[in-house]
T-cell receptor, first 116, second 115 residues
């Protein structure tokens, strides 16, 4: 098992453009989370899935953000009409809903987004 | 509002000594607490956790202490090693009746262990 992988590692875009990030969780994990981290802060929860169902979205997540996990495996996070305030590290994590504590999250290395 | 706070942005200790990292929380609904460690260019990795029904949990060189009345937890690393140099995040969860696994993180403390 190679762990949680995220693609791309870095993304530079111009304000107003759309971007999409991909996350491949650990294969047997049924929960998948998206977090956002800015400099000097801890990760902030954005949304999570159990299998293909999106069960919770943070108030931080504006209508420009959308996440999907179509077959309960990989997930995508899309940001439309990017703004400079969207510049951050976007972290994906996965976990098991049962057996292990669900809070024991396994994180990917993240996608660093820079909006110019 | 910052529900989980790590008031010390950085800590420097000598190799072999004890490192103590502190964390305070405000939400009484939090009942599960974790510490994550993060190296540069990597995602956070789970280190140790504690349920609110306990006041101490130990795993090798790492011990987490929970003081519910003070809404305070701490991570002790003994002895500290240079490889422990990283950013440490405290995190909390309100399990309640729905164990979502959603975590609220503190701002992090950068630990430097000097050889």
């Amino acid at each position: 098992d190679t762990g949680v992988s995220q693609d791309p590692r870095h993304k530079i875009t111009k304000r107003g453009q759309n971007v999409t990030f991909r996350c491949d969780p650990i294969s047997e994990h049924n929960r998948l989370y998206w977090y956002r981290q800015t400099l000097g802060q801890g990760p902030e929860f954005l949304t999570y899935f159990q299998n293909e169902a999106q069960l919770e979205k943070s108030r931080l997540l504006s209508d420009r953000f959308s996440a999907e996990r179509p077959k309960g495996s990989f997930s995508t996070l899309e940001i439309q009409r990017t703004e400079q305030g969207d510049s951050a590290m976007y972290l994906c994590a996965s976990s098991l809903a049962f057996g292990e504590p669900a809070e024991k999250l396994f994180f990917g290395s993240g996608t660093q987004l820079s909006v110019l | 509002d910052q529900q989980v706070k790590q008031n010390s942005p950085s800590l420097s200790v000598q190799e072999g000594r004890i490192s103590i990292l502190n964390c305070d929380y405000t939400n009484s609904m939090f009942d599960y607490f974790l510490w994550y460690k993060k190296y540069p260019a990597e995602g956070p990795t789970f280190l140790i956790s504690i349920s609110s029904i306990k006041d101490k949990n130990e795993d090798g060189r790492f011990t987490v202490f929970l003081n519910k009345s003070a809404k305070h937890l701490s991570l002790h690393i003994v002895p500290s090693q240079p490889g422990d140099s990283a950013v440490y995040f405290c995190a909390a969860s309100a399990r309640g009746s729905s164990n979502t696994g959603k975590l609220i993180f503190g701002q992090g403390t950068t630990l430097q262990v000097k050889p």
